[in-house]
C-alpha cells in the first residue's frame, strides 16, 4: 500500500513550530511495512488543501493528515476531506460533552462556536479516539482510496496513531520492513559506491550508502511477508556480512 502524508498549518510552514509527526509516522509505518512515498505540508486555506488532497490520490491509495482538528475558522481539515469525499460530518455526543465540560472547568459556561465542529467527524468513518485531547480522529475509504485523519499537537496525534489508527492499518496490510545498517569509517563515499554498486542496483533487498560527517552508513532493507521473517532476515545478514567481508572496520549501527 503507497502513502502520503499531508501536515496542515500555516505555523508549519513558516517555521513557528517542527514539524517531529511525519518523521513518527515515517518510522511507524515502516515497521508495519507500508510504503510512505510522499510528505506534503500545506498551510491553513481551503483550495490548497482540497488540491493536495486531489494530487496525492492520484499517485497514491492512503493519506494521512495532521492538524487541523480544532474549533477555529482555520481549522479545515475535516471540512475539506468531507467536500472532497462529498460526504457530511457527524457530532460524536461524547465529545462535544467533554468540550463542554472542559469549558465549565475554566469558568466559561457557553462555549466556542467552533465546538460542535470540533467534535465531529466524517459521516460513515471509523472513529478514532483521542484519550489526551479533544478533538477526535477517523479513518474514512471510498472506492479504494483510504484517508487518516488525526490531530496536530504531537501527544495527541501519537497516542491515536499508536492505539487506534496503526491497529486498524495492519488489517491491510501483511508485509514488513526490516533493515540494518552499517557504519563504515576511512572510506570516501565514492570509493565505496564504486565497490558496493553491484549491491545498489538490487531491488528488493536494497542497499543504500548514506554520507555522514564523519563515515558513511550503508542500509539494507528487505520487504516481505511477515509470516516469513526469519528468511527475509536471513537475506539481510547475508548482505550484511558479505559488506563486512569488504569493509572489516564496518560496525552495526544500532
Not at 78 to 94: G, H, P, R, S, T
Not at 183 to 188: A, H, Q, R, S
Not at 221 to 249: F, M, T
Amino acid at each position: 500500500m503507497k502513502a502520503e502524508i499531508i501536515c496542515v498549518g500555516t505555523e508549519l510552514l513558516v517555521g513557528d513550530i517542527v514539524n517531529t509527526n511525519s518523521q513518527y509516522i515515517s518510522k511507524k509505518f515502516t515497521d508495519i511495512g507500508i510504503d510512505l512515498y510522499y510528505q506534503t505540508t500545506v498551510g491553513d486555506n481551503f483550495e490548497r488543501l482540497k488540491e493536495c488532497l486531489k494530487i496525492a490520490f492520484n499517485r497514491v491509495d492512503l493519506v494521512i493528515t495532521t492538524g487541523g482538528l480544532g474549533p477555529t475558522i482555520d481549522d479545515i481539515t475535516k471540512e475539506v476531506v468531507a467536500n472532497y469525499f462529498n460526504v457530511d460530518l457527524e457530532m460524536i455526543q461524547k465529545y462535544y460533552d467533554l468540550i463542554i465540560k472542559k469549558y465549565n472547568e475554566r469558568g466559561f459556561f457557553e462555549v466556542a462556536s467552533g465546538a460542535e465542529k470540533e467534535a465531529s467527524i466524517l459521516k460513515g468513518s471509523v472513529l478514532l479516539e483521542n484519550e489526551v485531547g479533544l478533538a477526535p480522529g477517523c479513518f474514512f475509504e471510498k472506492n479504494g482510496k483510504k484517508i487518516i485523519i488525526l490531530p496536530g499537537p504531537p501527544k495527541e496525534m501519537t497516542a491515536m496513531l499508536d492505539d487506534y489508527a496503526l491497529p486498524l492499518l495492519k488489517k491491510y496490510s501483511d508485509s514488513i520492513l526490516l533493515m540494518k545498517t552499517l557504519e563504515i569509517k576511512g572510506v570516501p563515499e565514492g570509493k565505496i559506491d564504486d565497490r558496493l554498486k553491484d549491491y545498489f542496483q538490487m531491488t528488493n533487498p536494497t542497499v543504500a550508502p548514506y554520507a555522514k560527517e564523519k563515515c558513511v552508513h550503508v542500509r539494507v532493507a528487505v520487504k516481505g511477508n511477515r509470516q516469513k521473517e526469519d528468511v527475509l532476515w536471513g537475506k539481510v545478514d547475508k548482505i550484511i556480512n558479505d559488506i563486512k567481508d569488504i569493509y572489516p572496520q564496518a560496525t552495526e549501527v544500532k
